[in-house]
């Protein structure tokens, strides 16, 4: 006797969930996109389902599409994060032109503090000016 093996069905509040923590969002944050309380988008995320009219307005505020979300898995996303990973390695990208600084932080640095003592010492001219007066 065969038996057949049903593949478990996606569980979109799930994957709701993680999308939404992957994104470093609250379910507050998400309940306030969706103009809805805290307790309905716990609800949406423990359902195995989820009306489409709702997966549509929940994947526009996480910034992803319907399909993204019914597609995600969490494999996908570090072989994606791996390979991009890899990739940048390999081309050179990493330090270089993916992250190009094209000034010196430090010399910001210096220049706000510069601008900030300028500032303060504009302030104690005026103010001994004033008790001159007096």
Known sequence: ????????????????????????MKQETLAYELGIT???VS?????ETVEEETLDRVAKALGVTSNAIENFSEEGVFTYF????DNAINNGTVGSSLHNCTFNP?????????RLLASEKEKVTLLEKLLKKE
């Open 1 to 24: 006797m065969e038996t057949a093996t049903k593949s478990p069905r996606p569980h979109i509040g799930r994957k709701i969930s993680r999308i939404r923590e992957l994104r470093g």
């Open 38 to 40: 805290q307790q309905a």
């Open 43 to 47: 609800k949406i995320e423990q359902s």
């Open 82 to 85: 791996n390979n991009f990973s």
């Open 106 to 114: 430090l010399d910001k640095v210096v220049e706000l503090y510069e």
